[in-house]
């Protein structure tokens, strides 16, 4: 069980736009910055969005993050077949004095 | 450009050790904090240790806290988690990660470790 929640699968056609949930509490959302990840098919993770909203150099702006108290959402527009990928969200716990993650939703590009 | 290649993943038996190694370039290794994050097969991702860019200040996952030990030296540019007491429940791929501004912004490809009888 992991200590923030996100749906375990979403889809979308190519060109709309699609949203990951990922619920936390005070100790973790609630008090920190929120972080997400994409996961290609067998490869390593890669940060795709940090400090809630902010874009590392060479992810294209269809990928925006957001976070709203105990909350934090990742949207997805335009989405194209490449996009299909397992995306984690991530934040630092203060009660647990650890990293936590999400369980990982799984986008299917249909 | 920024790499990080993980080695020492294999088979071992239950209760046994591994050391894993990640060999750091491209970047300034000594000034970065570093992690260690692992992913059960078909599982998510589940951070493990991380360790301060001097080496004197690490911190662990609940459930590896005492049989597990991250380290580095500097010189070498190399970052290490020795694995001890090994639980099947250990099978994972284990990545390492550069720590920037305390999140984790650069993965390796990983390593396998297996425990299994």
């Known amino acids: 069980q992991s200590v923030l929640t996100q749906p375990p699968s979403a889809s979308g056609t190519p060109g709309q736009r699609v949203t990951i949930s990922c619920s936390g509490s005070i100790s973790n959302i609630g008090s920190d910055y929120v972080y997400w990840y994409q996961q290609l098919p067998g490869t390593a993770p890669k940060l795709l969005i940090y400090k809630n909203d902010q874009w590392p150099s060479g992810v294209p702006d269809r990928f925006s993050g957001s976070r709203s108290g105990t909350s934090a959402s990742l949207a997805i527009s335009g989405l194209r077949s490449e996009d299909e990928a397992d995306y984690y969200c991530?934040?630092?716990?203060?009660?647990?004095?650890?990293?936590?993650f999400g369980g990982g939703t799984k986008l299917t590009v249909l | 450009e920024v790499q990080l290649v993980e080695s020492g993943g294999g088979l071992v038996q239950p209760g046994g050790s591994l050391r894993l190694s990640c060999a750091a370039s491209?970047?300034?290794?000594?000034?970065?904090?570093m992690h260690w994050v692992r992913q059960a097969p078909g599982k998510g991702l589940v951070w493990v240790s991380r360790?301060?860019?001097?080496?004197?200040?690490?911190s662990y996952a609940d459930s590896v806290k005492g049989r597990f030990t991250i380290s580095r030296d500097n010189a070498k540019n190399t970052l290490y988690l020795q694995l001890n007491s090994l639980r099947a429940e250990d099978t994972a791929a284990y990545y390492c990660a550069r720590s920037y501004d305390a999140y984790m912004d650069f993965w390796g490809k990983g390593t396998t470790v297996t425990v299994s009888s």
């Open positions: 360790i301060n860019s001097d080496g004197r200040s690490t």
């Open positions: 491209g970047f300034t290794f000594s000034s970065h904090w």
């Open positions: 991530a934040s630092w716990d203060d009660s647990l004095g650890a990293w936590v």
